[in-house]
């Protein structure tokens, strides 16, 4: 049997949760083969972004005997960072898990320090010898997502709730609502920018404002979607959710699909190759059919039709026929951005959805 047992830390007045040995067997009585640190942004329960790492942690655990889990919620983007990484290296930490954007820097600087321990952050677009990098590319599954939300809007009006409109979720957006148009060329997305990745009072005012504008299907990428959520479903309209598929619990009835991120095979492949001597910095970005980002469940009402259009669409990007961003798009002020077949190879699209400073026709929001 698994053994978990976690005790309450203080450090530098933060939470720190220690997980002991696990495993899918027994616990060894001798020392951990290997002491994992992670530390997040927000809750862990979350069902958003957070809690989909720390599931990720989780299935590291039962994957590989001898694990020492240590486990920080709620750690600011700042100094403190710093402080509780290294203060789990002076427990015995080889490997860490800063698993914020905002972590980049701190880690980094930490990392320069620690030569022999080994770092692993998300979504960077720094790296070093003991510095790595990973993410997950979902632009085809919001594009997807998309396809249904333009099945399944009545309004023709969709929206968008985001944190920034920096450029790899202006190109989200714009993924969602190509989906969207190429089966309903009338539908409008209404995109929300809140300037936080957590604030549940602006996330529930933006998905109030679009409700109130006729907009009956919702999506959003934000730390936490249960907020979005909620509303959404207080208010009678559809939501897709994004990070984590556990969020359709807030939605029995207007819950369509998500985006949702599966990190466990991946974080096992790194504590093994810690453990084994193996680990090499790297940045990867694994997409559909790769198993670590895939779409929720349907929702209970979904109709079938919906269902076959997308998984007929899944088909064409699996096999390479379709492509997210392939052209012609337009931006909003009618400029050709995207010619046909520009956009067609893995490298093209990184280097797109790193850039993407524009919202497509038929996007109603701002970029700045």
Request: aromatic fraction near 8%; charged fraction near 20%.
């Amino acid at each position: 049997m698994k053994r978990w047992n976690r005790v309450s830390l203080a450090i530098a007045g933060l939470a720190l949760l220690l997980t002991a040995c696990g495993g899918s067997a027994a616990v060894t009585s001798g020392p951990p083969r290997l002491i994992v640190g992670a530390l997040h942004v927000g809750s862990v329960k979350d069902a958003g972004y957070n809690e989909a790492q720390h599931a990720g942690l989780a299935k590291l655990m039962a994957n590989v005997s001898g694990i020492k889990l240590l486990e920080a919620e709620n750690i600011p983007e700042g100094p403190d960072a710093e402080r509780v990484m290294e203060d789990m290296i002076r427990q015995g930490a080889k490997l860490i898990f800063p698993q914020s954007f905002g972590y980049q820097d701190f880690a980094l600087n930490v990392a320069k320090k620690y030569p022999d321990v080994k770092f692993e952050h998300p979504a960077g677009y720094k790296s070093a010898d003991n510095f790595g990098t990973y993410w997950a590319s979902s632009h085809d599954l919001s594009y997807l997502l998309g396809v249904a939300a333009g099945k399944e809007t009545k309004t023709n009006k969709l929206g968008f709730v985001a944190g920034f409109p920096i450029p790899q979720i202006l190109a989200t957006v714009n993924a969602f609502h190509e989906g969207a148009r190429s089966v309903n060329p009338n539908v409008t997305t209404h995109a929300v920018f809140n300037g936080s990745w957590v604030d549940p009072g602006k996330e529930a005012t933006a998905t109030n404002a679009l409700a109130d504008e006729g907009v009956d299907v919702v999506t959003m990428v934000v730390d936490s979607p249960i907020t979005v959520v909620q509303t959404a479903e207080k208010r009678g309209i559809h939501s897709i959710g994004y990070h984590y598929s556990g969020v359709s619990q807030f939605a029995p009835k207007g819950w369509i699909s998500g985006v949702t991120f599966e990190w466990g095979d991946m974080f096992t492949q790194f504590a093994n190759d810690t453990i084994a001597g193996t680990w090499k910095s790297q940045s990867l970005l694994p997409g559909l059919g790769s198993g670590t980002v895939k779409l929720a469940d349907w929702g209970k009402s979904v109709p079938q039709d919906v269902k076959d259009q997308v998984a007929t669409e899944q088909n064409a990007f699996l096999a390479g026929t379709r492509h997210v961003f392939q052209g012609p798009v337009y931006d909003q002020q009618g400029k050709l951005r995207i010619k046909s077949d520009e956009i067609t190879t893995p490298a093209a699209e990184g280097n797109f959805i790193n850039t993407d400073d524009w919202l497509a026709q038929g996007v109603i929001g701002q970029t700045k």
